[in-house]
């Protein structure tokens, strides 16, 4: 698919709010049949949100599987293994068009369900189950590496947090703070914080500040996708709760609440679900359309992306 009148529709949708000014903006092709990667990779580029999902046929494998569908990723500057709130965005696209219900995607990281469920007042809500997530322990000399891109120190760590590396579906190192104003001071080196995360394959790094037991306050730095902040981070949400139950932090049946955006002007929120006997995490959210996203540059800088 190259010339114009080729050209597939392309929607916009914020993700864990159902306000189009909060949450997180993603790009949604709901048939990006006979794309190319360079141009699918343009059109994230050219939309500027920090991902957009390409959903085409499932794979040989689910031919018959109805609402299964292959999902690819792609940030501004390269394609990414999972995105959780263009999970979100995509499958509340297809819901609005096709009625809620069980979705596949088949994604790089593996398949991951999603269900769509109406509220009475007619609002969706989304909820993805992840793969399997994994918990890795991080090398001092990167935490402190990590730290001083940031602009932070070791005295403004919470010492109940160890630094981990979480996985679920894409890789992020998880720091927490002390404080909630740490958490809103931040102003980092984003050359440098780039270099790190593609040493270590990170996709985000999730920053948290805990406010009470199951209530948490998160922001993700993003710049190896060329975004200087994520306001609403589905992929680090999942890693973060399967680290919160495998360190004891949490009950291992939980339900978690994640708010994040505030400091960016795009306020989120990201529902998190631990299950005894299942490893895999679940994340919920709204969604809602997004009419008119003015230009690509005003639509980029307004959620953080470096123009």
Known sequence: MSTADQRPEILRYTAFSTDPAGGNPAGVVLDATGLTDAEQLAIAAELGYSETAFLT???AELPDQERAYTVRY?????????????????????????????????TPAGAVPVKVTCAADGT????????????????????????????WFRADLDPEFPPRIG????????????????????????????????DLDLTTIQLVW???????????????????????????????????????????????????????????????????????????????RIPDPGTTRAAARHHGRTV
Request: hydrophobic share 45%; with cysteine; proline share 6%.
């Open 167 to 198: 996985y679920a579906g894409a890789r992020h190192l998880i720091l927490a703070v002390r404080t909630r104003a740490r958490l809103a001071d931040l102003a980092y080196d984003f050359a440098r914080l780039k270099d790190f995360m593609t």
């Open 124 to 151: 969706l809500q989304a909820t993805l189950t992840s793969v399997e997530p994994a918990v890795h322990k991080v090398a001092e000399d990167d935490v402190d590496e990590a730290l001083r891109a940031l602009g």
């Open 57 to 59: 046929a499932p794979p």
């Open 210 to 288: 805990r406010e009470s037991a199951t209530v948490f306050h998160v922001r993700d730095p993003f710049p190896v996708g060329g975004v200087v902040e994520d306001p609403a981070t589905g992929a680090a949400a999942a890693a973060f709760g399967a680290y919160a139950r495998e360190l004891g932090l949490v009950p291992e049946e939980s339900v978690l609440l994640l708010h994040q955006g505030a400091d960016m002007g795009r306020p989120g929120e990201l529902r998190v679900e631990l299950y005894a006997g299942d490893p895999r995490i679940r994340v919920t959210g709204t969604g809602a």
């Open 74 to 106: 792609f940030s501004p500057l390269a394609e990414v293994s999972f995105c959780g709130h263009a999970t979100i965005a995509a499958a509340i696209a297809h819901a609005e068009r096709h009625g809620p219900g069980n979705l596949q995607f088949v």
